[in-house]
């Protein structure tokens, strides 16, 4: 539990200390306005509330990531905890701040947009396309997994309540995807938004209270998955790509634009965007320090379940039983919410993209119907994947994954590129070494997991060490050689 609290303190000096800095160094100006104003549309570009756009951008970003992500990644150890807090802090929460605050200052840009104007056209439409491929993955998933829950609590668990709930949620999503920000997104939202932060809160408290024995730091950082009779997976690179929403994701590059259309102030940057990561990050902390107990100290007994529970099972049952049945049922909303909200805006995320690539208005629903009834149709055809094949959803979390911290590697690139460009000094390490690192880990990942080329696990380090180097030979090798730009933003 030591290990566990002060990693919850480690985030919130996180946020007061590292979080000043990076704002300092992007240098937002209070004076300049923002596209919610020079662009407003009454339908994307919206000036709303400060709480409010921080209650829904932590809502877009925090999925089932830094819950279920965190579940699994507990299996690893106490390693978990520190990936989640370095990487929100050093990571995570610069690249959601860094992009939130450049899409600011490009009138509301979508990810693929600032991507192409750091790193060239031609990433450009390869990021276009492996963008909206991955939101609706997103869309597939989340929609799959708060099913799962709702069928469980709702109808017993059969096939039909959780094929009832697939088509429930899957309206849902068309009518938020199309109406303004402001109607449906704007408003329910924060509600969720807090049923989120109650549950996590109350597992907070539960957690003091019981004050489990749970592995610690200074016990060992090594695989503790053997422990649980499962496969030792390698900590590098399986735990950053299992833990991605907690500490960094992609995916959140893809969700700052949409809050950004609606900031009324640059220096609500860093509470809206550097905040909401960090408050995820602590929703993740809580959900690790929760599995530890369940897998390594009885938890899993108490609750009547066992160790090979799956992650929405062990959801289910923690929070039925720490939290009493209304704690339960609003905790429950909010672990439901999470996906559900998340699965929306990504579909919301992916018209915008389209239409800014097609320079296509969207003030007319007529116009965002022809951008979405592709995106629904494709998604669709995922849903009855994952229902057909009992392995469809499991193929398409890790390709999920792997796409999401892909997506994140190339987001660190065109940031540390806008830095390197138009600031002095050496402010562009701040994303250069997390671009390298995150770059080392999709690249292992995929060439050793069984969904990419299955190549021996003992070669990870070789090739993570190989990537890192090499990816900091590149930069220094175009920064010392480009030629000077007038590119200051």
Not at 189 to 207: E, H, K, Q
Not at 291 to 304: K, L, R, T
Request: proline share 5%; hydrophobic share 55%.
């Amino acid at each position: 539990m030591y290990s566990f609290l002060l990693s919850v303190l480690a985030l919130v000096l996180g946020y007061v200390v590292y979080g000043k800095f990076i704002s300092r160094l992007f240098g937002p100006d209070p004076n300049r306005l923002t596209p919610a104003m020079e662009k407003a549309d009454g339908v994307d570009f919206i000036v709303m509330p400060t709480w409010k756009v921080f209650m829904i951008q932590f809502l877009n970003i925090a999925g089932t990531g830094p819950i279920f992500g965190a579940i699994m990644g507990a299996k690893f150890g106490p390693a978990a905890y520190l990936w989640i807090v370095f990487g929100c802090i050093f990571a995570g929460a610069v690249h959601d701040y860094l992009t939130g605050m450049l899409s600011v200052r490009h009138g509301g840009a979508s990810l693929p947009d600032l991507i192409g104007m750091y790193l060239g056209k031609s990433t450009q439409k390869v990021m276009l396309v492996f963008s909206v491929i991955m939101l609706i993955l997103v869309g597939a998933v989340f929609v799959y997994s708060p099913a799962i829950i709702l069928g469980n609590i709702a109808g017993g668990g059969t096939q039909t309540a959780m094929m009832l709930w697939v088509g429930a949620i899957f309206v849902y999503y068309i009518i938020a995807t199309l109406l303004p920000i402001d109607k449906i997104i704007g408003k329910i939202y924060p509600i969720f938004a807090c049923a989120l932060l109650f549950m996590a809160a109350g597992l907070l408290v539960g957690l003091i209270v019981k004050w489990p024995t749970i592995p610690e730091l200074w016990g060992g950082l090594h695989n503790r998955g053997p422990e649980l009779g499962l496969m030792g997976q390698p900590i590098f690179p399986c735990l950053f790509i299992t833990i991605a929403c907690g500490a960094i994701s992609g995916f959140h590059g893809t969700q700052s634009p949409l809050m950004a259309r609606c900031l009324k102030n640059e220096e609500l940057g860093r509470p809206v965007f550097y905040g909401s990561m960090i408050t995820e990050g602590l929703v993740a902390l809580v959900w690790a320090a929760v599995a530890s107990y369940f897998f390594f100290d009885g938890g899993a007994a108490e609750v009547g379940s066992s160790l090979s529970a799956s992650a929405p099972e062990v959801v289910t049952k923690v929070s039925k039983n720490w939290l009493g049945i209304v704690g339960g049922i609003l905790a429950l909303l909010g672990v439901v919410a999470a996906p559900i909200t998340s699965g929306d805006t990504a579909f919301r995320s992916a018209r915008l993209i389209l239409a800014d690539f097609l320079s296509f208005p969207q003030k007319s629903i007529r116009n965002r119907l022809m951008i979405c009834v592709p995106l629904f149709i494709a998604a669709a055809l995922l849903l009855w994947y994952n229902i057909a094949d009992a392995h469809g959803f499991n193929t398409i979390w890790r390709y999920f994954g792997w796409a999401n911290q892909t997506l994140a590697v190339f987001s660190l690139w065109a940031i540390t590129v806008y830095l390197a460009l138009n600031k002095g000094g050496l402010g562009y390490l701040v994303t250069l070494l997390p671009a390298a690192f995150m770059s080392a880990v999709s690249f292992t990942f995929i060439c050793i997991d069984k969904t990419g080329l299955s190549l021996p696990a003992s070669w990870n380090a070789f090739m993570g060490v190989g990537v890192f180097v090499l990816s900091l030979v590149l930069f220094y090798c175009w920064k010392f050689t480009r030629k000077p730009k007038d590119n200051q933003i």
